[in-house]
């Protein structure tokens, strides 16, 4: 039914509590990103509406950020916080999640011998499909927003679409999200 090239992209993208960084490169993606079928999501909207209006029974955050990520074609992580730290090694322990992330970390840290450096960037260099990961300027996000761009849109999504399947179609979950808002 579906063709994973006739579906939009979907980027979910992760960073620290300072949401101006995020909400930049969502915004330089949606402007130049246009004529790319490219869709960004970023997890607190949505988190929010499910635990005020009580819509799970369980309020884990990670859990619900991994099944966003396991809908998304790339995720990327600007590397800024504590929190940040700890999707960055989260998602990067799940072999299916490695393999879409995009790590932005910051310049000042690239040559450190610390664990995020030679862990999680480590493997995600290894496997990802957006590697390798991006040591930048946090002060200039956006002047790296083409090479952002260039990744997502010259990846290969082959390989790296979910495993699970749903219904008696056996739709993958992006592809029963978009058969269910035509």
Known sequence: MFKSASLPKIIFICGGNNHSKRDQLISYIMRHGVNDRIVTCKAENAWN??????????????????????????????????????????????????????????????????????????????????????????????????????????SSLRGIRPSKRYSNRHLTLKELLFLSSM
């Open 49 to 154: 509406i499910i635990v005020e209006q009580k819509l799970t029974k369980t309020s884990n955050a990670l859990e619900f950020e991994n099944e966003l990520a396991d809908l998304s074609d790339c995720i990327i992580i600007i590397v800024e916080s504590a929190g940040s730290i700890a999707e960055l090694g989260a998602f990067s322990n799940s072999d299916s999640l490695r393999k879409k992330l995009l790590p932005i970390l910051d310049k000042q840290y690239e040559k450190d011998i610390s664990f995020v450096n030679t862990g999680p960037v480590k493997w995600v260099n290894k496997d990802s499909k957006y590697q390798p990961s991006l040591y930048i300027d946090f002060n200039c996000l956006l002047t790296h927003g083409d090479e952002i761009l260039e990744r997502v849109r010259n």
